[in-house]
């Protein structure tokens, strides 16, 4: 009953590097979604997918870059890491409904960068 | 635009006291309003949507359209109740809106 799984839990990269963090749902869901959460902040949508092969900008894409090649799979990717991505990153996925339907959430990646 | 504002970051009350954590939502369309509910150490989840009509763990909310609210209440707050709590819109489309959320205590 794994749900949405995002790996890693912890990252501290520096100024400048790249990473990806992963996520993987076995719901069978058509849509995926990536958060960040900052303190205070509520939750702002980075990027977001209503299908394999389908993505979109959210309301904070800039700084990242998403991909969809399966239906299970929504890798965030950072490209020279900046401290104001410092936060914490949350994936989830929802049904054919879309936003109207339940979203389930991953545990959150919580990142630094330094 | 949609947009949620959730006035209060913090709220604090004590237990078996009433609790109100207030939503008010900006869209000029037939919004569809949540309530997602974060405990400590666990996942973000839905406590609840306002098409569903249902009490979950002794909250309601209830839309109205005419003061564009979505305020979730509860008659007497438990401890385990201290939670973040973010109210959500969606106008229908691909794209969930959050507000900043209300940080509840529930003192014993």
């Known amino acids: 009953n794994a749900g949405v799984t995002q790996t890693p839990k912890f990252r501290i990269l520096k100024i400048g590097q790249s990473m990806t963090l992963q996520c993987a749902q076995d719901?069978?869901?058509?849509?995926m979604y990536w958060y960040r959460q900052d303190p205070g902040m509520g939750l702002k949508l980075i990027y977001y997918?209503?299908?394999?092969?389908?993505?979109d900008k959210g309301e904070v894409p800039n700084g990242y870059n998403v991909s969809r090649s399966t239906t299970e799979d929504f890798p965030l990717r950072l490209e020279l890491a900046a401290p104001s991505q410092t936060s914490v990153y949350f994936c989830?996925?929802?049904?054919?409904?879309?936003?109207?339907?339940?979203?389930?959430f991953g545990a959150g990646t919580r990142l630094s960068v330094l | 635009a949609q947009r949620v504002t959730q006035p209060e970051k913090l709220l604090s009350v004590f237990k078996g006291a009433p609790v109100e954590l207030k939503c008010n939502y900006s869209?000029?369309?037939?919004?569809?309003l949540f309530w997602y509910v974060q405990y400590s150490r666990q996942r973000l989840q839905l406590l609840l949507r306002?098409?569903s009509r249902e009490s979950i763990k002794g909250f309601t909310a209830d839309l109205n359209k005419g003061e564009t609210s979505f305020h979730l209440k509860k008659p007497f707050a438990q401890e385990e109740d201290s939670a973040m709590y973010y109210c959500?819109?969606?106008?229908?489309?691909?794209?969930?809106?959050f507000g900043e959320g209300t940080q509840l205590t529930v003192n014993p």
């Open positions: 719901m069978n869901h058509n849509y």
């Open positions: 306002h098409i």
């Open positions: 959500a819109l969606t106008s229908g489309g691909s794209r969930l809106t």
């Open positions: 869209y000029s369309g037939s919004p569809e």
């Open positions: 997918s209503v299908g394999a092969g389908i993505t």
């Open positions: 989830a996925s929802s049904g054919l409904a879309g936003a109207r339907d339940i979203q389930y």
